[in-house]
């Protein structure tokens, strides 16, 4: 090698030239990869747009709730105005109307969940389907849940029969059908599917608790006994299931056993049916002061409860209070209820054996036991079993309310 940086090969003497370049170099003379920067940048911008469209269109709708609101606000005004107004005239009766919407908009939300419910069952129901003709199956299925919503009871059962037929095994469909007939009170009806249904799914605590009340009014004490107190041990007792077994307890005379669980349906459910079932039970056990106690707590619950007002009457009849029982009488008014009851009631000494029409004695005779004496306490019981979600109001240490 020379001193200008030339060399000569050694085999052919030929002379070569050393190129000399940095390292870097070797990673320029490649060609660079196309740049993503600005396609990411598009899309960026393309969020961007949607974004602001999408927060415009957010104020407006909120904007729009927000007239709603206030166009709702000004209407309610506006009614109770005109409320007040005609209560000033003597028209209406302020009170009355308040409560009677009140009952109207816990009615339509009632509605509203039971609807929920339905779609939720029906979708349980196709869930459990194990038949063969599917399409069929879930043709009757959904005619009975539309005739039902329509309240066309009669058809909705019949179309949801011949979906059980195609579906045997369907635990879900057959406590849906006794449901429908207990509702209906064909209890009989009612508790056939219901056994079906839980000897399907032994664990159901609805199923349970109306199957044990349709056994009740079907005869079955014993085993209506044992599914009630099941439903009231598994931690989510209610109304319902106490006072079905206080009725089978009032039956068999155990009238201990029938206080507790009347104060435990109390205590359930601080309604004047379960007042007034208390009150006539220690009616009939000669314990007037209580007796007076709850009637008067029906009473003041609902000021039009005729069964209580009359029972009063005669509490305070039977208690030496003539003027006070005839002002009861006069308020729970006049016709074949207050003949038919006094008839009845004004034959009672006191005597446990005699505890009245409302509690049927013989449990040789337990056929429509709980729901036949009584037309309001069977249809509280009814409403109370029914309900797709129970309350259970405050109680005392001892898990009753406070008595003395």
Same mark, same amino acid.
């Given at each position: 090698?020379?001193?200008?940086?030339?060399?000569?090969?050694?085999?052919?003497?030929?002379?070569?030239?050393?190129?000399?370049?940095?390292?870097?170099?070797?990673?320029?003379?490649?060609?660079?990869?196309?740049?993503?920067?600005?396609?990411?940048?598009?899309?960026?911008?393309?969020?961007?747009?949607?974004?602001?469209?999408?927060?415009?269109?957010?104020?407006?709708?909120?904007?729009?709730? %927000?007239? +709603? @609101?206030?166009?709702?606000?000004?209407?309610?005004?506006? *009614?109770?105005? $005109?409320? !007040? &107004?005609?209560?000033? #005239?003597?028209?209406?009766?302020?009170?009355?109307?308040?409560?009677?919407?009140?009952?109207?908009?816990?009615?339509?939300?009632?509605?509203?969940?039971?609807?929920?419910?339905?779609?939720?069952?029906?979708?349980?129901?196709?869930?459990?389907?194990?038949?063969?003709?599917?399409?069929?199956?879930?043709?009757?299925?959904?005619?009975?849940?539309?005739?039902?919503?329509?309240?066309?009871?009669?058809?909705?059962?019949?179309?949801?029969?011949?979906?059980?037929?195609?579906?045997?095994?369907?635990?879900?469909?057959?406590?849906?059908?006794?449901?429908?007939?207990?509702?209906?009170?064909?209890?009989?009806?009612?508790?056939?599917? %219901?056994? +079906? @249904?839980?000897?399907?799914?032994?664990?159901?605590?609805? *199923?349970?608790? $109306?199957? !044990? &009340?349709?056994?009740? #009014?079907?005869?079955?004490?014993?085993?209506?006994?044992?599914?009630?107190?099941?439903?009231?041990?598994?931690?989510?007792?209610?109304?319902?299931?106490?006072?079905?077994?206080?009725?089978?307890?009032?039956?068999?005379?155990?009238?201990?056993?029938?206080?507790?669980?009347?104060?435990?349906?109390?205590?359930?459910?601080?309604?004047?049916?379960?007042?007034?079932?208390?009150?006539?039970?220690?009616?009939?056990?000669?314990?007037?002061?209580?007796?007076?106690?709850?009637?008067?707590?029906?009473?003041?619950?609902?000021?039009?409860?005729?069964?209580?007002?009359?029972?009063?009457?005669?509490?305070?009849?039977?208690?030496?209070?003539?003027?006070? @029982?005839?002002?009861?009488?006069?308020?729970?008014?006049?016709?074949?209820?207050?003949?038919?009851?006094?008839?009845?009631?004004?034959?009672?000494?006191?005597?446990?054996?005699?505890?009245?029409?409302?509690?049927?004695?013989?449990?040789?005779?337990?056929?429509?036991?709980?729901?036949?004496?009584?037309?309001?306490?069977?249809?509280?019981?009814?409403?109370?079993?029914?309900?797709?979600?129970?309350?259970?109001?405050?109680?005392?240490?001892?898990?009753?309310?406070?008595?003395?």
């Amino acid at each position: 090698m020379n001193p200008l940086g030339q060399e000569y090969c050694t085999r052919c003497g030929m002379r070569l030239m050393i190129v000399v370049e940095p390292p870097a170099a070797r990673y320029e003379a490649y060609d660079p990869t196309p740049s993503n920067e600005e396609h990411l940048l598009e899309r960026i911008s393309g969020l961007e747009n949607r974004q602001a469209r999408l927060t415009e269109k957010l104020e407006r709708a909120l904007d729009l709730l %927000l007239r +709603q @609101a206030q166009n709702s606000h000004f209407d309610r005004a506006l *009614v109770k105005a $005109l409320a !007040g &107004l005609l209560t000033d #005239d003597g028209i209406i009766e302020n009170d009355r109307l308040e409560r009677l919407w009140m009952t109207r908009c816990q009615k339509d939300e009632e509605e509203q969940l039971e609807s929920e419910r339905r779609e939720a069952l029906r979708l349980r129901i196709l869930g459990k389907f194990s038949g063969k003709d599917r399409s069929a199956f879930e043709n009757h299925l959904n005619h009975g849940f539309l005739q039902i919503e329509d309240d066309e009871r009669g058809g909705g059962i019949r179309s949801l029969q011949r979906a059980a037929e195609l579906s045997s095994n369907n635990a879900p469909l057959l406590s849906f059908l006794g449901e429908l007939f207990y509702k209906s009170g064909k209890t009989s009806k009612a508790r056939g599917f %219901l056994s +079906q @249904a839980y000897d399907l799914e032994p664990g159901d605590e609805r *199923v349970e608790l $109306l199957l !044990g &009340l349709a056994c009740a #009014d079907d005869g079955e004490a014993e085993r209506a006994k044992a599914l009630l107190q099941r439903a009231t041990n598994s931690g989510r007792s209610s109304f319902a299931a106490h006072f079905g077994l206080a009725r089978l307890f009032v039956a068999e005379e155990r009238w201990d056993e029938a206080v507790r669980e009347f104060k435990s349906a109390l205590a359930r459910r601080a309604s004047p049916e379960a007042h007034y079932a208390l009150g006539h039970l220690y009616y009939g056990l000669g314990r007037d002061t209580l007796a007076a106690r709850h009637l008067r707590k029906a009473v003041a619950l609902d000021g039009d409860y005729r069964e209580a007002l009359h029972l009063l009457g005669l509490v305070c009849e039977r208690g030496g209070q003539t003027s006070l @029982a005839n002002k009861y009488f006069e308020r729970a008014g006049s016709g074949s209820f207050v003949a038919s009851a006094a008839t009845k009631l004004k034959r009672q000494t006191g005597n446990p054996a005699r505890i009245g029409n409302a509690f049927r004695m013989s449990i040789a005779r337990s056929r429509k036991l709980i729901t036949e004496a009584d037309r309001r306490l069977a249809e509280a019981l009814r409403e109370d079993a029914l309900s797709s979600h129970k309350t259970t109001d405050k109680l005392t240490e001892n898990g009753f309310p406070n008595e003395t």
